[in-house]
């Protein structure tokens, strides 16, 4: 079977989210904002789309006393995500290219 792009996770800062999460177990709210350089809103709506189609698990908790949030892909997500990057692989190599140069 060809590997197929996710429509799920094919947005710009869906893929930056889920690829930031596949290289984890979890992620602090924090983290993934500041190292995406995006807006408290803009990853709450991204995340909740992500945590809607099963792609990612929100754990809320506190520290202390200050509330937190933490993201992590669930097994499903990370297949998605692997599928997605092959399909993007597959894509780039139709044009000879190597995706990534020696």
Do not use: C, N
């Not at 989210?17 to 803009?42: K, T």
């Not at 200050?66 to 990057?85: C, D, I, K, M, N």
């Amino acid at each position: 079977m060809t590997p197929q792009l996710d429509p799920i996770i094919h947005a710009p800062t869906k893929l930056q989210i889920v690829s930031l999460l596949a290289a984890a177990e979890e992620a602090e709210f924090a983290f993934v904002r500041d190292s995406l350089d995006i807006s408290d809103s803009v990853l709450s709506k991204h995340a909740g789309a992500l945590e809607a189609a099963g792609y990612v698990k929100i754990r809320k908790g506190h520290v202390g006393k200050r509330p937190r949030t933490w993201f992590s892909l669930t097994h499903q997500g990370r297949a998605a995500y692997r599928e997605h990057v092959a399909a993007l692989q597959a894509i780039v190599a139709q044009s000879g290219l190597s995706v990534f140069p020696s």
